[in-house]
């Protein structure tokens, strides 16, 4: 916030006592001896840490006052038109953006400036609650209204795309990481089956001498075949589902002894 600045005016000093001594604070009015300070901030900039006050007065003969003795008509319109600039401006940018990360840096400097504007139409709402016969403040107050609730119409907006391309994207990984599992799944299925083939093949082509060499020709279709035996057994012993563990009964408990001696 911004260190308060003493302005070229003159004020009741019940309103002097309600002011701070290093700020002006929040958005808010000070209402007194018919004098009505209106406290507005204007649009904050990036992730808005700092607010920027801009301090109007309206005097008693209905006068109105900007940082001092400058015209405060005039610049109160002004503001009012910054925020709208804002929204017309970040609602581009929500209508262009392609990525999360362009929703992502539209959502964070979105979220103050809707709190702002929020504030701003309170502020502007109870001014004219305190001074009812100024037709301006009515004016102010309905364009308030409408800025703050286009607001939080596009930061509801810009959340909800947000929330449905991270759940796209969640849903594609998901999918994507099935069509792992199935094809790592049919993977291991072949290394079963082919396995105790591979096993007994290294083993029998080794250059040893074992007295296998003369046997018949069946005794390679018999090993084969167990082969494959092997490689099925293996295959359903992989393939086996997980048995849950096997959960400890409680112990059983003793009858209540209540009401008796």
Not at 132 to 156: P, Q, T, Y
Not at 180 to 201: D, E, S
Request: glycine content about 6%.
């Amino acid at each position: 916030m911004a260190r308060r600045i003493d302005y070229d005016w003159e004020l009741p000093p019940e309103m002097q006592q309600r002011l701070g001594g290093t700020t002006y604070g929040a958005q808010r009015i000070i209402h007194e001896q018919g004098h009505l300070m209106v406290i507005l901030h204007e649009p904050p900039a990036g992730t808005g840490a700092e607010r920027k006050p801009t301090v109007f007065l309206r005097k008693p003969d209905g006068a109105w006052l900007h940082k001092g003795n400058n015209p405060g008509e005039r610049a109160l319109a002004k503001l009012l038109e910054s925020y709208r600039a804002a929204f017309s401006t970040f609602e581009i940018r929500h209508q262009a953006a392609e990525t999360s990360e362009d929703l992502f840096q539209i959502l964070g400097p979105l979220i103050p400036l809707t709190r702002a504007a929020r504030n701003m139409q309170d502020t502007l709402q109870a001014a004219r609650d305190a001074v009812k016969d100024d037709v301006m403040l009515v004016d102010l107050r309905d364009l308030a209204v409408e800025i703050s609730r286009g607001f939080e119409l596009l930061l509801a907006d810009t959340r909800m795309s947000l929330d449905y391309r991270l759940a796209h994207a969640a849903e594609a990984q998901a999918r994507s990481a099935m069509e792992m599992n199935r094809a790592q799944h049919k993977l291991n299925t072949i290394a079963a089956l082919t396995f105790p083939l591979m096993a007994i093949g290294a083993a029998f082509g080794m250059n040893l001498h074992s007295g296998a060499e003369n046997l018949p020709g069946w005794v390679y279709w018999v090993i084969f075949a167990a082969g494959i035996w092997l490689g099925v057994m293996l295959r359903s012993w992989v393939k086996a589902p997980v048995a849950p563990p096997v959960l400890p009964r409680a112990a059983a408990k003793p009858a209540s002894t209540l009401g008796k001696k």
